[in-house]
């Protein structure tokens, strides 16, 4: 049911306007979350009483796939941000005062969310950050910046990692609610990316930004650890996109095949051609498999960082394959900016990268092997 109506209002209300925001560089997101919110379609696995359906993880994996009907890899990402991972920090780490602040507001839409980890200087290496919370009386005074952050420009607050001790390393990060408009937190600059196009990126700074202690989310000193645990679900949609993507490049690629016509017959009379979608087929159903097997492991409460990891390194590059064949079957054609699979390739291309790069997944599947 979920899948049906979010389906019916994604072909209905969004991904009609997709060229238009793609042309923009931008969505009306405050429109697009306020309907999100009267549908129901925000924060569905949190509890009843903070506006949500109290649905299942599975629930929120429906969700990431149908994102791809938007035809619009940023509106997905931009949305995703805040249902699939802004909320479910605050829910999983948040006081009650916290959960009533930002869950119900952000259940409807009202609110949005970001998550600020990354910094010009600590991208793979999260331990590494440098933004600094020192404790003042009651409050914690902030200075650092913040790159790449998704909804960062856009965002009412964002999730914060900041060092509240320099000696402690990975001991030694804590995570906090920073509002927007809060004296000192600016968005210093918009970034110009080569896809997700339609979804605001951003860079912040923050300047002797002073928080209350409240604003604390989590234990203190739990921030890395906490962001290494809600990897994982990211991680996992991450990967159920890529495939979900994947699926619809092949079809796009399928029916194109069928329909051009050179050297007096459809290309896809071609051997060549038939390989092609049989190999980019046989690899979706790869990817599939293995990322619905760690889903069900990971419902489950198995332990399954491995294959999370193995998820994430093998649909994501996939993607991209299927992708670039997918261009390949198109020809000029798909080259041309008139057509979607360039634009599908292009919004792919993050998913090796954000969220932990291939090279990083290769290291965390490596050492669980080998330790
Ligand atoms: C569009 C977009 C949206 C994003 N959204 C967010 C967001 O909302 N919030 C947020 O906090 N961050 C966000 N990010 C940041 C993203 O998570 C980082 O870009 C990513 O973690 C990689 O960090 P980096 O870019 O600094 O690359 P680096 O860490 O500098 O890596 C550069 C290269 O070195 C390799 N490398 C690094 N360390 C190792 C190692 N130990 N072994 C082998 N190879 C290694 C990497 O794999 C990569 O190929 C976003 C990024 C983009 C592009």
Redesign the pocket.
């Known amino acids: 049911m979920l899948r049906e109506s979010l389906r019916s209002f994604i072909e209905k209300e969004l991904a009609p306007h997709a060229e238009e925001w793609e042309q923009q560089g931008c969505f009306p997101h405050d429109e697009v979350f306020k309907r999100l919110g009267e549908l129901g379609f925000l924060g569905i696995t949190l509890p009843e009483k903070y506006g949500g359906a109290d649905a299942g993880f599975v629930s929120s994996i429906v969700f990431a796939e149908e994102m791809v009907g938007c035809n619009s890899g940023g509106v997905g990402a931009s949305i995703g941000?805040h249902t699939n991972i802004a909320l479910p920090y605050v829910a999983d780490l948040g006081t009650e005062e916290q959960k009533q602040k930002y869950l119900i507001p952000g259940t409807k839409g009202e609110l949005i969310g970001?998550?600020?980890?990354?910094e010009p200087g600590a991208?793979?290496?999260v331990a590494s950050i440098r933004t600094h919370a020192s404790r003042d009386g009651d409050d914690y005074v902030i200075n650092g910046s913040?790159i790449?952050?998704?909804n960062g420009g856009i965002a009412d607050y964002v999730i914060l990692a900041a060092k509240t001790d320099r000696e402690a390393g990975h001991a030694g990060i804590s995570l906090f609610l920073v509002d927007r408009g809060t004296p000192g937190f600016v968005v210093s600059r918009d970034l110009d990316?080569l896809g997700?196009r339609t979804c605001n990126?951003a860079e912040l700074a923050f300047d002797d930004v002073r928080v209350p202690r409240s604003a604390m989310l989590g234990e203190e000193g739990q921030g890395f650890y906490n962001i290494m645990a809600h990897f994982q679900e990211e991680r996992l949609f991450l990967a159920v996109g890529s495939v979900a993507g994947a699926q619809k490049a092949l079809e796009l690629a399928s029916e194109y095949a069928k329909e051009r016509v050179q050297f007096g017959r459809p290309i896809a009379n071609f051997q060549v051609t038939r390989h092609k979608i049989a190999d980019m087929a046989t690899e979706i159903e790869a990817a599939r498999q293995l990322v619905y097997n760690t889903i069900r492991l990971h419902v489950e409460q198995e332990d399954c960082q491995a294959e999370v990891a193995m998820c994430k390194l093998y649909a994501c590059e996939m993607a991209t394959r299927v992708m670039n064949e997918a261009i390949q079957i198109f020809g000029g054609y798909g080259y041309m900016m008139e057509y979607p699979v360039q634009r599908m390739w292009r919004d792919a291309r993050?998913n090796t990268?954000?969220?932990?790069?291939s090279?990083?997944q290769r290291?965390i599947i490596g050492r669980l092997i080998l330790r």
């Open positions: 941000l970001s998550l600020g980890v990354t991208g793979s290496d913040k790449f952050i998704t990316k997700w990126t993050i990268i954000g969220g932990g790069t090279e990083i290291e």
